[in-house]
Nanobody, 118 residues
Framework: VQLQASGGGLVHAGGSLRLSCTAS????????VGWFRQAPGKEREFVAR????????YYTDSVKGRFTISRDNAKNTVCLQMNSLKLDDTAVYYC????????????WGQGTLVTVSS
């Protein structure tokens, strides 16, 4: 499977962006999907994830109330709506999929750069 992340760009602090992750080669159905990010000079960190049904989502504390993860299995797409962006949100954002909770993410997208300016 190949994952394609898109939607990154340059935005002012307080603005919004919507990232998309699209799968090709197989369906997302049955797979959990997560978003991760890596800021310059920092390790990659978890941002949000959604179970295969879309019924449950999880967020890192720093994005709760600002980011929303959602999925459309019919379109093989998972989105990350990012509102009230902060300078600290600047990073390369990656999507990844895994077969179930507790398993490793084994398919990764190429990343999309989000730059938040003051």
């Amino acid at each position: 499977v190949q994952l394609q992340a898109s939607g990154g760009g340059l935005v002012h602090a307080g603005g919004s962006l919507r990232l998309s992750c699209t799968a090709s080669g197989r369906t997302f159905v049955g797979y959990g999907v997560g978003w991760f990010r890596q800021a310059p000079g920092k390790e990659r960190e978890f941002v949000a994830r959604i179970v295969w049904s879309g019924s449950t989502t999880y967020y890192t504390d720093s994005v709760k109330g600002r980011f929303t993860i959602s999925r459309d299995n019919a379109k093989n797409t998972v989105c990350l709506q990012m509102n009230s962006l902060k300078l600290d949100d600047t990073a390369v954002y990656y999507c990844a999929s895994r077969r179930g909770a507790g398993m490793n993410y084994d398919s990764w997208g190429q990343g999309t750069l989000v730059t938040v300016s003051s």
